[in-house]
């Protein structure tokens, strides 16, 4: 299964989870896996932007999504260097362009999402402009497969839960899978690497392990993707702004079931739901996103 990604989690690497032992119910004492949590300072060119708690893993990824969905960096923006010191904690990003972003940084709006997300004020003003793709289609033959896949993977969060998960996904294939102890991280990586990719977001679907929240379609809708999945609920703000946008909103996506809010003239219904398997209750409990997405 894991054949489908270009890229996804690795649950094996030791510098991201640490061994800890305590007891369970029973009183017995117990070995467990707890997912790692360490600052990273990100610099754009010689100005510090932001300190982000993460899990340490693609740092140049995270460095340059967070840039591009606060509007720190543009489509055609040419990136000369991405330095990271990993004894320091500190990436930082340099372009041709010369940057300067003191006073962008005196205003912005802490999001709903967790580990406390950011969004600067003038990200609105561009997500009000973002025309998606009205031709693109999701087939719920698509979606099913996509749930199935994605809950089964190997990741962080089956090893060690306490993570937040999201994927990038064209019709039924899952491509990127990237965690973090926040969702908002977890999307901007995906989001630099579709820019260093020269990745097309037309054609993509979004799948994320948490609510659809007002930050999360905020980020799709910056990305240019048309499609946002989640397993989870949704909260109003994210619904109408999701309905302002033309967005296709899906949530509580789980086994055969799932409630459209918004773009539903995107969804092709090519498969009966009554021949679809429902969600087998080992990932309603605990092997899949059900635990991260609430």
């Not at 300072?41 to 460095?63: C, K, S, Y």
């Not at 990993?86 to 999001?111: A, I, P």
Request: charged share 25%; hydrophobic share 40%.
């Amino acid at each position: 299964m894991s054949d489908e990604f270009l890229v996804r989690p690795d649950p094996d690497d030791p510098k991201l989870t640490t061994p800890v032992t305590g007891i369970d119910q029973t009183g017995a004492r117990v070995e467990t896996r707890v997912v790692n949590e360490r600052p990273l300072t990100l610099f754009l060119n010689a100005q510090e932007i932001v300190t982000m708690m993460t899990i340490g893993d693609r740092p140049d990824l995270l460095a340059v999504g967070y840039l591009l969905n606060q509007n720190m960096l543009v489509p055609d923006d040419e990136i000369t260097a991405i330095e990271h010191d990993d004894d320091l904690d500190v990436v930082v990003v340099r372009t041709k362009r010369q940057t300067n972003y003191e006073d962008k940084l005196k205003k912005k709006v802490r999001t709903s999402g967790c580990a406390q997300g950011t969004v600067f004020g003038d990200v609105m003003e561009s997500f009000e402009t973002v025309s998606l793709p009205a031709d693109a289609v999701l087939k719920t033959s698509w979606l099913y497969g996509l749930t199935k896949k994605i809950n089964t993977a190997p990741s962080l969060y089956l090893a060690a839960g306490a993570i937040h998960g999201c994927v990038l996904c064209r019709e039924d294939r899952p491509l990127v899978y990237m965690e973090d102890v926040g969702r908002h991280n977890a999307v901007d990586k995906i989001a630099g690497w579709m820019f260093l990719n020269k990745e097309p977001a037309a054609d993509k679907i979004f799948y994320t392990t948490g609510r659809l929240t007002s930050e999360m379609v905020i980020k799709t809708v910056m990305m240019g993707i048309p499609i946002l999945v989640s397993r989870s609920g949704f909260t109003a703000w994210g619904v109408e702004l999701a309905r302002q946008a033309g967005l296709t909103l899906i949530g509580r996506a789980r086994g055969k079931r799932f409630l459209a809010l918004s773009g539903d003239h995107r969804i092709d219904f090519d498969l009966d739901p009554d021949t679809v398997e429902d969600e087998a209750p080992k990932h309603r409990r605990k092997g899949s996103f059900a635990e991260a997405g609430e």
